[in-house]
């Protein structure tokens, strides 16, 4: 990461279709590239949290925002990221006013069942070359 100018990065699951369609949805909003992604999977995952104490899941349940040298987990990682896209989409950081454990119970339930609700793929995501940029 550029320390001169860090930039947001999500770390998603690489092999979830969910996560992926969850990449895409925040590329087609987020017009000047402020966030970046890498699959939680990746060695750049694993070198971007290993400084900050932290190491990925082998099975990740968590959508995991570093920003400002600090990690964001679940449903306030979502939230934190929403905040920084185009359009209506910041509004629902306000659902940062329902407690953080209320939240985590929904967004659980989607981790734990996004699987067998949405598929897995069978590796993780490539990057077209346009996108390659966005990703660590």
């Known amino acids: 990461m550029d320390a001169a100018n860090p930039k947001p990065v999500v770390l998603f699951d690489g092999v979830c279709n969910l996560c ?3 990449v ?3 590329i087609d909003r987020d017009p000047g590239a402020h ?3 890498a699959a939680l999977q990746s060695e750049q995952a694993a070198a971007l949290l290993a400084p ?3 190491v990925p899941e082998m099975d990740p349940q968590s959508f995991i925002l570093v920003e400002d040298g600090r990690v964001y987990e679940r449903s306030t990682a979502a939230l934190r990221v929403v905040r920084r896209l185009s359009g209506a989409w910041k509004l629902l950081y306000a ?3 329902v407690p953080r454990p209320l939240r985590d119970v929904v967004y659980g339930l989607i981790a734990r069942n996004r ?3 949405f598929g897995k793929a069978e590796a993780c995501r490539m990057p077209t070359p346009e996108l ?3 990703f660590l």
Do not use: S
């Open 20 to 22: 992926n369609g969850a």
């Open 24 to 26: 895409n949805f925040i």
């Open 35 to 37: 966030i970046r992604f």
């Open 52 to 54: 900050l104490g932290r």
């Open 95 to 97: 659902f940062m006013l």
């Open 115 to 117: 699987y067998r609700l």
């Open 132 to 134: 390659r940029a966005r």
